[in-house]
Every structure is written in C-alpha cells, then in structure tokens.
C-alpha cells in the first residue's frame, strides 16, 4: 500500500515570493509520483509529473518538483507566484506496474497568494 | 476534444434514498477510476474498471456502493439508502490503455439531507 503525506495544510505567501510545497510518500513497490492542482469549483488538473528518468521535472504553469529517492519526497517549487496560483495542490502517487494505477492523495495544501 | 463529463454537478437527496451519478469518460479510453473527496481532504480511490469489467473494486466503502460500466463507456456509480456521511464530491477519471495520466471530470457534489 502506498500513502501520502503533505506536510502543510495551509500555505500563505506574497505575490512574486517563491514557494516550496512539501510532499512525503511510503510505498513498499515502485511508484509514479504526480502533483495536481484544484481550482475553486473546478476538477483536479495535471501540474506535473514523475515516471522515470531526470528527477527535476518541469510542469506547466512554471512549476516544477524534484523527486528524492532517498528521502522519499517529491517537493513542489515555483520561484515567483502570482494571484492566479491560489488553489488548492494535491500530490498523488500510483503504483508504477500493473494494469491498476489508482491515485493515492494527500490530503491537499491550500496556496493562498497575497497582494 | 471533450474531456471527462460528470452528471449531475449537484445532487441532494434525503437519508435513505438512492441515488445515481454518471460519468462520462474521455472516447477511446479504456480505464475508469471513481474517487470519493470529503471536505478538506484528498480524493480516495473507490473502484477502477478496465474495459465493462470492475478490475478492482477494493476501495468501495460497503456494499451500498455499486458501479457499473456496461458497454466500457459510460459509467454509473449506484448508492443505496443514502447517509449522511456519504455527502462527499464524487470524481470520475479516465486514461488510455495502460496510460499514466488520469483526466479528471468536474465531479458530482453529492448531498444527503
């Protein structure tokens, strides 16, 4: 079983800050590592994700995460946010073989960007 | 193209009844995931389908809760007699064939009086 922890429910920062939202995983098997984020009212969209390979990866919105094996997390980084960003972000991971991919989610963090 | 579609996007109902909630996935894509989201936490797996056939059903909370897919399109999550502490935004998503990315609809906010 894999689960999920993000370690900050609630983020406020100023416009044009950086931003690290931390996240934290436990898998016994090998995992896909996903960040998405949720407008208010909205579905959950893509943000990035990891499979294999660099372990900086590049998403839209000028965000990007850096999977660390060793310490099993998979941060999500934006150097200069914007209003826009406000949302809530969820990082998710899924088991990396087999034909079940279910998500398995944190429970969220909420980006409050002030003016 | 059009993306995943939930129907109803609101639905309120009284404690005991049943109710059906509909998803709609992306065309050409053989896997379905529903998700359960409670307030102020992550989406939780409910049920996976891989083509008409639920390939694991693990994450139904009790046997209230059925789904089905019949022609490995469109898909109906059943719940019946109704709780309160079903209340929840039930999410849909798919992806293609052995696909890594899943494509989540707007969801379906389901209240229970």
């Known amino acids: 079983a894999q689960s999920v922890t993000q370690l900050d429910s609630q983020v406020p920062v100023f416009e044009e800050a950086p931003v690290e939202l931390r996240c934290n995983y436990s898998s016994s098997v090998s995992v896909y590592l996903f960040w998405y984020v949720q407008y208010p009212n909205q579905g959950l969209q893509l943000l990035l994700k990891y499979l294999s390979g660099s372990t900086l990866v590049k998403g839209i919105n000028g965000f990007e995460a850096e999977f660390n094996k060793s310490q099993t997390s998979f941060h999500l980084r934006k150097p200069s946010v914007h209003i826009s960003d406000t949302a809530e972000y969820f990082c998710a991971v899924s088991k990396s073989s087999g034909s079940a991919r279910q998500l398995t989610f944190g429970s969220g963090t909420q980006l409050t960007v002030l003016p | 193209g059009a993306g995943v579609s939930q129907t109803p996007s609101n639905k309120v109902t009284e404690k005991g009844k049943y109710v059906e909630l509909r998803c709609d996935p992306i065309?050409?894509?053989?896997?379905l995931y529903w998700y359960r989201q409670s307030l102020g936490q992550g989406p939780e797996f409910l049920i996976y389908?891989?083509?008409?056939?639920?390939?694991?059903d693990s994450g139904l909370p009790n046997d209230r809760f059925f789904a089905v897919r019949p022609e490995g399109s469109v898909s109906t999550l059943k719940i019946q007699r109704t709780e309160r502490g079903d209340s929840a935004v039930y999410l849909c998503?798919?992806?293609?064939?052995?696909?890594?990315?899943?494509?989540f609809g707007p969801g379906t906010r389901l209240t229970v009086l």
């Open positions: 065309s050409g894509h053989t896997a």
């Open positions: 389908f891989q083509g008409t056939g639920a390939a694991d």
């Open positions: 998503a798919s992806s293609s064939d052995r696909g890594n990315e899943q494509f």
